[in-house]
T-cell receptor, first 113, second 112 residues
Framework: NAGVTQTPKFRVLKTGQSMTLLCAQDMNHEYMYWYRQDPGMGLRLIHYSVGEGTTAKGEVPDGYNVSRLKKQNFLLGLESAAPSQTSVYFC????????????FGAGTRLSVL | LAKTTQPISMDSYEGQEVNITCSHNNIATNDYITWYQQFPSQGPRFIIQGYKTKVTNEVASLFIPADRKSSTLSLPRVSLSDTAVYYCLVGVFNTGFQKLVFGTGTRLLVSP
């Protein structure tokens, strides 16, 4: 079972470059989330989606955009990367009925130089 | 979302029972208590969830007193592979809720 798959696993960007992180889940979950995790800190919610075609801001949304065109995919975009966005990014999904039980991907390690 | 407080780190030895306590004094009536485990370079993994009293699964037990202002995750007979960060979450995530906070967790180190 694939679960939640994130691509790429690693990426290095220069300041000002753009990129898109892809998250795919094969569990038919309604809810999907993007988090970032910085050294020594817990996860912080960037954006989330409660269903296809809908997105909402989380705790730290600035500098990021998201799209949920298909139920199984949730994309996180950085239009103009900044060094402050160097982090590990995790995608997660959950069923509507058990929102607190989230399934996470393996993460994307992003460095912005 | 109810604020949670848990120890920053704990040390144990293989074969011992480990109890990690989380305080959540402002827990609301509809809040569930959920614990996650995170290994280095991996995403968090759901361990256990409960509302009141005791819940047990193949991995851990969760003890919740009657007032629900705290909870204790119990890991029986830990092994080296249980070395990880453990997060306590309290709350119900709904469409209007924007701050699902994992906190910094408890770093458990299991030694031989």
């Amino acid at each position: 079972n694939a679960g939640v798959t994130q691509t790429p696993k690693f990426r290095v960007l220069k300041t000002g470059q753009s990129m898109t992180l892809l998250c795919a889940q094969d569990m038919n979950h309604e809810y999907m989330y993007w988090y970032r995790q910085d050294p020594g800190m817990g996860l912080r919610l960037i954006h989330y989606s409660v269903g296809e075609g809908t997105t909402a801001k989380g705790e730290v949304p600035d500098g990021y955009n998201v799209s949920r065109l298909k139920k199984q995919n949730f994309l996180l975009g950085l239009e103009s990367a900044a060094p402050s966005q160097t982090s590990v990014y995790f995608c997660a999904s959950s069923q509507t009925e058990t929102k607190n039980i989230q399934y996470f991907g393996a993460g994307t390690r992003l460095s912005v130089l | 979302l109810a604020k949670t407080t848990q120890p920053i780190s704990m040390d144990s030895y293989e074969g011992q029972e480990v109890n990690i306590t989380c305080s959540h004094n402002n827990i609301a009536t509809n809040d569930y208590i959920t614990w996650y485990q995170q290994f280095p370079s991996q995403g968090p993994r759901f361990i256990i969830q409960g509302y009141k009293t005791k819940v047990t699964n193949e991995v851990a037990s969760l003890f919740i007193p009657a007032d629900r202002k705290s909870s204790t995750l119990s890991l029986p007979r830990v092994s080296l592979s249980d070395t990880a960060v453990y997060y306590c979450l309290v709350g119900v995530f709904n469409t209007g809720f924007q701050k699902l906070v994992f906190g910094t967790g408890t770093r458990l180190l299991v030694s031989p």
